[in-house]
């Protein structure tokens, strides 16, 4: 965003708390207005803006535009108010805020006013990003994709433990299947700990149950034999083994919970974006799916608030800064300061377009001839990945080969 200093403009910034939030503004030529505390519901905010309009009036200026740092979930129901009255607003950092802290006054003294002033004076001088709220049918979205990115993150943790634990109850099961995520090492999990619950069945009793559940996918007479074989040999725990299968049901269980739940979640999801008509132009990019797609549509509002891909990236974290000191020029590295969600989506998108046949491939190859790190490459396909979806979104076109070398 550019500097405001040459324009009519009357910035607010509002520091953002739990149940009060400040608002100061601020103007081109450096005066302030306020501080201003207003409530955390409907009635503050409509008292704000008739103080602002106050100010607006007093100072001259023809518009308004509102700076908010995004502290934890406070601040969404400002952003959705300010958003339906008409208003734009921006968002800072607070890494950058917490600089400017002190600088401001050469003291890290921290308060509502000072950080509020602060606010307005990073977004007067360009230093914020555009503040976007999803609406209708990418709100859903990217509140599908924030969800289902708990669940994974649930799911990951459940994993973990589940494999520590037998581990300690059954280390030798690896040797017999490779995964414990199968149907069949699940199921075994679940029925058949502790060990001396393998040792006392029989093992044609064994043999039917795997059957049936494997369905013939596996050697279950060799899977059989070497299950009870190994339990009786086992160095698994003993004591308190009873404990540890208890719980480690219990967390099977969850696990099977968070696994049909993120199903459920991801067939909303590309329901979704079937619906959506960039989507179709977008899923013609040989390597990018419907989860891709629901991230890059639903966090970007449809991408409706930006005007080039440099914003995009920028709002994701995917900007190029450099170190430099004198001479020196320092290699150039992403910011990751944006939205991690879509951010993540986006690297695991372009991790797949460095496969063979992927339209990016050869773009990968270049680079790679090049004697560039492989993160570096991958973090050039992404962003080559960005701008070309930018580019069909914004023309609603399918995918040409040609807008490869065109994103630059």
Known sequence: MERLYNQKVLVVGVDIGRERHTAVGLTPDGRRYGHFDFSNNGEGFRKLLNEVMKWKVESGMERVLFGIEPSGHYWLTLAHFLRKNGYEFFTVH???QKRMRDIEDNSPLKSDKKDAYIIADLLMQGKCIRGVIPEGIYAELSKLMVFR?????????????????????????????????TKTAIYFLKNYLPL??????????????????????????EV??????????????????????????????????????????????????????????????????????AAFLGFTNGLRDFHSSDEVLKFMGLNLFFKQSGKRKGKAHISKRGNRILREAMFLAGLRQAKKNSPLYNYYLRLNKKGKPRMVILIAVTRKLVRIMFKIVKNKTHFNPDYISEAA
């Open 224 to 293: 059989v034999q070497k299950l009870k074989s190994l339990a009786e040999t086992s160095v698994g725990l003993k004591d308190g083994a009873d404990i540890m299968v208890e719980e480690l049901r219990f967390y099977i269980r969850r696990l099977e919970e968070v696994m049909e739940a993120i199903n459920k979640v991801e067939r909303r999801i590309k329901s979704l974006v079937k619906s959506v008509e960039e989507a179709e132009f977008l899923l013609s990019i040989k390597g990018v799916g419907y989860l891709t797609v």
């Open 94 to 96: 607070p890494f950058a």
């Open 149 to 181: 990115r708990k669940l994974v993150k649930e799911m990951v943790g459940l994993k973990n433990y589940i494999t520590s634990a037998v581990e300690l109850v059954f280390p030798e099961i690896f040797l017999v299947f490779k995964s414990l995520w």
């Open 196 to 221: 001396e619950r393998v040792k006392k069945i029989g093992f044609e009793t064994l043999y039917f149950e795997l059957r049936r559940v494997s369905r013939g996918k596996i050697g279950v007479v």
